[in-house]
RNA sequence: GCCUCCAUAGUUAAAUGGAUAUAACUGCGGACUUCUAAGCCGUUAUUCUAGGUUCGAUUCCUGGUGGAGGCACCA
């Protein structure tokens, strides 16, 4: 609709003379003044040199010679917005299609027949998984979903860093503790070896020796019993990620680790010297030559670093993915200078790659006492987390006296509530942590779509039981608020995925479960006598559908019943 | 010192250069013999600062202040 009413006004502002002015059509700030609204005549005013007011009333004078189809009235308002209302019909139609398309709902066809690679999560084994990832996964998620409901062939792809330096720590850290092994050690033991490795690394020199020793022999795996640990404490927490991913909805189609982009990146390195020269035994990429700063690739004893094996993954992905398109690597936005460089190194090695890869920087997680460091073990880790919001979520179910307060549905209430708070700003800014916030379930929240949603599962099954079912065919006279929200859905989905920016999936579904409630507590859905209740029950249906649809971006479970 | 990002009610946020800056939380008040009260209705309060561009600036530009990140061998 968005589009027809760009197409047309174009034309018409076209045969007064103003063919080459943008503008825009939107969906004004006050749903009173239409369901929507351009800009045309304030902006071609100074190329036309007319007051802006009279150049709008033209172009409505023209609109209404040559309607738009599906446009019921064309007005001029305020300094010379053209408001432009909907035929009541147009809303009936979106109900129907909304019922027809389903889990279609929303969805484009802006990147069909394209493939695109979206990396994220990115945790270290044998470190915590701690909210920051849980943060950066929720992100991730949701761009990869969005790039589906844009018609996008998507593969996810977590890059994990089962070696370096940190691993060197960890393993440390299990030689002092004891670990062996068959000995039975889960993450939290793992994480307990690397914060005690890594304060050691920095207050006893001998032991940094050996933790860097330790280090070489991780690369190389010459030693049988060291590897053998290794392999056990990978396992360990690989495993653990893995019921992590499960829990928040993730299903990774390819993992790649640093073990295996090491070698991969050593190799490039290796083979344009004239890109990496040598510089203090370290072989490095110089950024000054191109306005960034210099980055080290292999270091003096070596090891390549993170920008040689991103490199080589860029590589890798296309090996075992297949060519893509578009690749998206979602990181905090620390890594954001690095990224500039590493991108115009591969600019050198890969021009094809550099040109379609992406780096979609994020804002970190900080805890109300600073940043979170898995060093000094001052961490949240994930599924202590998310377990606790479970616990509250249940506490909170019971108390309200929920239909099923159950386990399994309160991680569901606790995954939204978290996902909620991790998407509903920017997510280019940083955020302080809130517990207190993460475990609120009312107002705006994830489990206040949840509810509603759930509310509207309920509502129908009444109705249904009552002999009601859904019809568009007797319509009320007027559109209800909710019901003009609707069709705005497709156009948000398409324009978060252009922003980068889940939260407008997020703002959106709150107005419409907002608005949905206010006709809840207004009108009665399932009532046998009111002529209206198919529609009624229609509209509530489309609710829940686009509700569904918009969850799932989101990467929050819709449970029916709560 | 240099580079990048950020700054909106007491708090967390929203607002492709547009109309009276929008919600939620908190506080206070209210409705209901009714489909899930995790709900609904009412009420107070906001664009860091100084300039500039513009018919119009929270949005763009410049200076300042404050915060985060980065500036060669961690990722």
Redesign the pocket.
Known sequence: MKVTIEQALRKVLADLGAADVTF?V?R???MS?GDY?A?AA??A??ALGRPPRDIAESLKVKLEEAPIPGVATVTV???G?I?ITLERERFSDTLSLIASAGPEWGANDSWAGKRVVVEYTDP?PFKELHIGHLFTNAVGESIARLFMMNGANVKRVNYQ?DV???VAHALYGMQQLGMTPTSNFGARELGRAYALGATTYKQDEVAAAAIRELNKRIYDRTDATINDLYDAGRRVSLTYFETIYTMVGTRFDEYFY?SEAGPRGLELVHSHPDIFPE????R?FKGEEHGL????FQ??EGLP??EAKELALAKMKEERLGIYDHSVISTS??????FKVLKCAMGFIYPELAAKTEHLGHG?VRLATG?MSSRTGDVIPALDFINEVAEA?LE??IA?G??NPDRDTATQ?AIAAIKFVTL???I?????F?KE?AL?????SG??LQ?TH??I???ME?ATAAGISPSTRNAPEAPYEVERLLGYFPEVIASALKDR?P??VV?YL?ELA?SF??F????????KDDEYAPYKLALADAVRTTLKNGLWVLGIPAPE??
């Open positions: 825009v939107e004004p700030g006050d003044h609204a800009n304030l902006v005013s100074k308002a305020g300094p917005f408001n270290n860093g370096g330096l940190h640093e510089s203090n035994g370290a490095i700063h210099t980055r080290v270091n003096h670093t993170y936005n620390e890594i954001t200078e690095y970190t940043k979520a909170k179910m309200v929920a239909i209430v509903h700003g920017s280019l800014q940083d955020s302080v809130d916030r609120s379930f009312e107002g705006d489990p206040y509810y759930a509310r599962h309920s509502v009444k920016a939260h407008q703002t709150t907002g409630n206010s809840y507590s207004s009108e009665r859905i399932a009532d019943k709560m």
